[in-house]
T-cell receptor, first 113, second 115 residues
C-alpha cells in the first residue's frame, strides 16, 4: 500500500496560469516533505521542502502548502511556464526515520504555450 | 565534474551477464543511496550507505550487490538479473544520513534493460 499518493498522473495547464499539484500521505509520522522535479533523461532535482511545523513555504514562483489534519500537501506554481513541464514527485520522511524518503509515483505537468 | 555522476547512462544485458553500475559524487556528502524506478511506480529505496557502511537494505534480492569503497563512490553489481529488473536506477547523495533537512542530490540514472 502506497504511503505517499499522487492521484493525478498528469496535468495540463496554460502558460501564465496556476499549476496545482497534489499529494496525500497516510503515515501520520511523516513530518518533513519535499517536492522534486524531473526532466526526461535527468535525475530528479530538489525543488522545495516543508516541515510539519509550518503550513506554507514559498520560494519564488513555487509555494508548498501543508494540511496536516488532512494529510495533504500541494505545490502551487504561479505563473506556470513551459519550462516547468516535467514530472513532479512528492516525498515524505519521518524524523525517526532519518532521510529515508518515501516517494509518490509522480505527476506529469505539461504547460502549454 | 560536480554533482552526482552515474555511468553508464544506458545498459542492455542478458540474464546471465555480470555488470556494474557506477556512481560518483563530488559534493563531500557522507551518505549515498541506490533507488530503483520502474515504469509507473514510485522510486523504491534499495540501499543506503552512510560513511561507507551499509545502513539500509530494503529486502533487495541478492542478485543486486552494492559496494561503497569510499565516501565518493558507490557501485551496484548486477548478476543473473531478470527481465522485471529492467528499470531506471538512480544514485543519490546527501550531506548526512539520519538527519532531516534538505534533500538528495540525484544522478541522471542508468536505464537498464535485461533481455
Amino acid at each position: 500500500d502506497q504511503q505517499v499518493k499522487q492521484n493525478s498522473p498528469s496535468l495540463s495547464v496554460q502558460e501564465g496560469r496556476i499549476s496545482i499539484l497534489n499529494c496525500d500521505y497516510t503515515n501520520s509520522m511523516f513530518d518533513y516533505f519535499l517536492w522534486y522535479k524531473k526532466y526526461p533523461a535527468e535525475g530528479p532535482t530538489f525543488l522545495i521542502s516543508i516541515s510539519s511545523i509550518k503550513d506554507k513555504n514559498e520560494d519564488g514562483r513555487f509555494t508548498v502548502f501543508l494540511n496536516k489534519s488532512a494529510k495533504h500537501l500541494s505545490l502551487h506554481i504561479v505563473p506556470s511556464q513551459p519550462g516547468d513541464s516535467a514530472v513532479y514527485f512528492c516525498a515524505a520522511s519521518a524524523s525517526n526515520y532519518g532521510q529515508n524518503f518515501v516517494f509518490g509515483p509522480g505527476t506529469r505537468l505539461s504547460v502549454l504555450p | 565534474e560536480t554533482g552526482v555522476t552515474q555511468t553508464p547512462r544506458h545498459l542492455v544485458m542478458g540474464m546471465t551477464n555480470k555488470k556494474s553500475l557506477k556512481c560518483e559524487q563530488h559534493l563531500g556528502h557522507n551518505a549515498m543511496y541506490w533507488y530503483k524506478q520502474s515504469a509507473k511506480k514510485p522510486l523504491e529505496l534499495m540501499f543506503v550507505y552512510s560513511l561507507e557502511e551499509r545502513v539500509e537494505n530494503n529486502s533487495v534480492p541478492s542478485r543486486f550487490s552494492p559496494e561503497c569503497p569510499n565516501s565518493s563512490h558507490l557501485f551496484l553489481h548486477l548478476h543473473t538479473l531478470q527481465p522485471e529488473d529492467s528499470a531506471l536506477y538512480l544514485c543519490a547523495s546527501s550531506q548526512d544520513w539520519g538527519k532531516q533537512g534538505g534533500g538528495y542530490t540525484f544522478g541522471s540514472g542508468t536505464r537498464l534493460t535485461v533481455v
